[in-house]
């Protein structure tokens, strides 16, 4: 049997109350806690909480490159956003950069962002805007002034050097921004190379739009004679031989009468670094006012050069007083007790690094464990005399807040524990730094645990510190 048409325009509207009306209903049922028809009996159960409203499209925060803008304000509307005066770097490029967008609020506070934001890519000279009202709102317009870019690098005169590692070293490539101080730090990188390598008469020249094109970088290069030490000379030394002396320096001369072909470039550099190593090992001696110099003579033909090493011995230092400053937590007696450096010594600075790692090491086994100690040598008017000064930073006391075996691979919490229990180290104790670097030898040394650095990470202790405060 078939409804009228009016009769099923009536069901139909019913139908859409009803299901109105048990839509409010459950809702309703669902904010005072009700069970609902789903609910379990009694209505005992928590209802589901009804669905979350639905922000509003002008309360998000929209992001640009990783830049966050708030909520837009102001009572004009950005109608376009143009840019000028770019030549390499195309429009979108520029635009992708910005904040001022067509359709957005006018803000001069977000312009003048942009243009800060466009200077730092290194690729304008300047960067400037314009603002134009008209009925529609604002057109703005960007105005940048391009850097010229490299187009082409070229080395002229490299011969024994490789241009591919020439380039490297120069850093500069083509679509740089072309600036005379990176051109000119280029040049003095390429020269201190040469001169590593033993090129030590090496010149170089730079030109900048060489053959009428303007990017074009050109790098001049008159290598000269590749230079090698043919001999070695130590005058003036004493206390120390020849052989000992040449053996704790870098530079190398002839092997075995082979000029040529031995492992001598002269790199003027390291003599200089020479004359410092042996400068500070007689000051280790005790000859704090030992001086070194150096000199240089070529051969002939200018490409074999002979280095000699002149040594002031000068007297050795005896020590006069040691003071001990700064420490408040430990007593100066107890410090006095750990250094092996006594009033009356030679002066050694062998001894004096290892008194301040013991004073150091002392700290830490009481929980100060940023414990800093400096040591300082003053000149007494007694010849040949010095006191000796060490100035302590105690820092904070700390105790152990969390210990944790730090093991790679997949998580097994039973060799986790049997490490932990192996620990003489308890939370809530002092700090002891003898006894922590003794327990990671021991887990180093046990068979528990992979200690192969070819299959993974040896396994360590990680102790949290917390600040003891008394």
Request: proline share 4%; net charge negative.
């Amino acid at each position: 049997m078939e409804l009228p048409q009016n009769l099923g325009a009536v069901a139909k509207y019913f139908l859409l109350v009803i299901a109105i009306a048990c839509v409010d209903v459950g809702s309703a049922a669902a904010q005072f806690g009700g069970g609902g028809m789903g609910g379990p009996a009694g209505g005992s159960g928590a209802g589901a909480p009804g669905p979350a409203e639905r922000p509003k499209f002008r309360d998000h925060i929209h992001s640009l490159d990783a830049l966050p803008i708030g909520r837009e304000q102001g009572d004009q509307v950005v109608a376009s956003v143009s840019v000028q005066g770019n030549r390499s770097i195309s429009e979108n490029t520029i635009l992708q950069k910005l904040q001022t967008k067509k359709g957005r609020f006018y803000s001069r506070e977000a312009l003048l962002a942009d243009v800060h934001r466009l200077n730092e890519m290194k690729t304008f000279d300047h960067v400037t805007f314009r603002t134009k009202d008209l009925a529609d709102g604002v057109h703005v317009t960007f105005v940048v002034n391009e850097r010229p870019l490299v187009t082409e690098v070229m080395y002229h005169g490299a011969r024994g050097m490789n241009k591919r590692e020439l380039a490297g070293r120069a850093g500069i490539e083509v679509g740089d921004p072309l600036s005379e101080f990176s051109i000119e730090s280029a040049r003095r990188r390429l020269v201190d190379f040469y001169r590593e390598k033993g090129f030590n008469q090496i010149a170089i020249t730079t030109s900048i739009g060489y053959g009428g094109v303007p990017g074009r970088v050109v790098f001049r290069i008159n290598e000269g004679p590749l230079e090698r030490i043919k001999s070695i000379e130590v005058i003036g030394n004493t206390i120390l031989s020849d052989a000992r002396l040449k053996k704790i320096i870098k530079s190398r001369g002839s092997m075995l009468g082979v000029w040529k072909w031995g492992f001598n470039k002269a790199d003027t550099s390291q003599i200089d670094r020479d004359v410092d190593i042996l400068a500070a090992h007689y000051h280790n001696l005790g000859y704090l006012t030992a001086t070194v110099g150096r000199q240089i003579r070529y051969d002939d033909d200018g490409k074999y050069i002979h280095v000699t090493f002149v040594i002031n011995e000068g007297e050795r230092f005896q020590i006069k007083n040691i003071q001990v400053v700064g420490n408040q937590f430990i007593t100066e007696d107890s410090l006095r007790q750990r250094l092996e450096l006594k009033p009356g010594d030679m002066f050694d600075g062998t001894l004096l690094k290892r008194d301040v790692g013991e004073l150091v090491y002392g700290y830490g086994e009481l929980g100060f464990i940023y414990a800093d100690v400096q040591p300082q040598t003053i000149m007494r008017e007694e010849e040949n005399m010095v006191d000796l000064v060490y100035k302590i930073e105690e820092g904070d006391r700390w105790k152990i807040g969390e210990i944790r075996v730090n093991i790679e691979g997949e998580p097994h919490l039973m060799r986790e524990t049997v490490m932990l229990n192996l620990l003489d180290l308890r939370e809530g104790d002092f700090i002891d730094r003898r006894m922590l670097e003794i327990a990671r030898r021991r887990m180093t040394r046990g068979q528990l645990l992979e200690t192969n650095p070819q299959i993974a990470n040896p396994p360590d202790i990680i102790v949290e510190p917390k600040e003891d405060v008394y």
